[in-house]
């Protein structure tokens, strides 16, 4: 039963890496996305009184950073970040990151994300923009003015380092430490930063992945049949 189980392993890391591949494909054109790809690992079991028992392991995930297109827009309040930093969102269950920069005034005058989070400054309090401001003057580290006067600093902050981030959504990272500012960020205003996703590679992956499956699969169904064959065998 050894070659079913080893195969078994490999078919499960299979099937989550090829959820993992389409949903790459499905967030191609999501504001801010980061390319998640699946790490391949081998567990060794020894066994008493036999040789060892291999399988493989695929829980590990990693995250392209690489910078995505920036792609312009036009939107007043359309941000992107070019070189490091992330944006820094507040949201019920604590601070967030972000690459995903297009944001809106909402009912209060407070700077927010399509799903209400509010965008803090780097010393991590809201940032307020006056709903009577007949224009917004962006300076290219993130300061935002009206006629002359100062309104605030969008916040473009990065990891300690050592620290660690973990995706929480599409979109959004939580940071495993402090975060600290960027000394000098460069904050492109009417312009949105795309995936970083390759959809061509990742397609291609994705084919890959399913003829290795369906291989896997017809090795099964001839392993079964072997032990089919080997049963019958015994009981005659």
Do not use: C, H, W
């Amino acid at each position: 039963m050894d070659t079913g189980y080893i195969t078994l392993s490999r078919q499960s890391g299979l099937m989550s890496e090829m959820r993992l591949v389409a949903n790459n494909i499905a967030n191609a054109n999501t504001t801010g996305y980061r390319q998640q790809g699946l790490v391949f690992s081998e567990f060794v079991r020894d066994l008493p009184g036999s040789l060892s028992l291999s399988m493989s392991r695929a829980q590990a995930r990693n995250t392209s950073f690489q910078q995505g297109v920036l792609n312009e827009t036009g939107g007043q309040f359309d941000f992107a970040i070019e070189g490091e930093g992330y944006f820094m969102v507040e949201t019920p269950s604590g601070n967030r990151l972000t690459r995903a920069g297009g944001f809106f005034p909402d009912a209060n005058g407070y700077l927010v994300t399509p799903d209400g989070f509010q965008v803090l400054d780097s010393n991590g309090a809201p940032v307020f923009v006056p709903p009577d401001a007949a224009t917004i003057d962006v300076g290219t580290d993130g300061t935002l003015s009206t006629n002359g006067q100062l309104l605030g600093q969008i916040g473009v902050v990065l990891p300690r380092a050592g620290t660690d981030l973990v995706r929480d959504g599409n979109a959004l990272f939580k940071p495993q430490g402090d975060v600290e500012p960027v000394a000098e960020p460069i904050v492109v205003n009417r312009f949105l930063e795309g995936s970083n996703v390759n959809a061509v590679e990742q397609v291609a992956r994705l084919i890959e992945i399913q003829r290795a499956y369906e291989l896997g699969q017809s090795f099964l169904e001839a392993e079964d049949e072997r032990l089919r064959s080997a049963l019958k065998t015994l009981m005659r």
